[in-house]
């Protein structure tokens, strides 16, 4: 079992759900987040003041998966993500050690579905 985090531009976010549907990947989870990377944020005006936005808006995917839906979903993610310019995200893979589904109790792979 894996958990797949995802850092997406926000205007991408429709694209990308409708590559993971087509992946067969329903299940996620979706936050707003900010964060700057290689682009370092951008210089606006505002009023007459010029001021310095280092945090830029993004949105965090987080989809927990069995294995042999890792490399999909990767793929998913990234023919939705790619404009091929500088910001288009970043994709994490870790191991989940444990899932439980609360309602009723399934470990496991069983319990991601």
Request: glycine fraction near 10%.
């Amino acid at each position: 079992m894996k958990v797949v985090t995802a850092y997406i531009q926000p205007e991408r976010l429709g694209a990308v759900k409708e590559a993971l549907c087509e992946a067969q990947i329903y299940k996620m989870s979706v936050t707003n987040v900010l964060g700057c990377g290689q682009q370092k944020g951008y210089t606006s005006t505002y009023r007459g003041t010029e001021t310095e936005v280092q945090l830029l808006k993004k949105v965090r995917l987080q989809i927990a998966l069995n294995d042999e839906f890792v490399q999909p979903c990767i793929d998913a993610i990234i023919k939705g993500a790619r404009t091929g310019n500088i910001g288009d995200g970043k994709i994490f893979v870790e191991n989940l050690e444990q899932c439980i589904r609360i309602r009723t109790g399934e470990t496991g792979e069983a319990a991601i579905g």
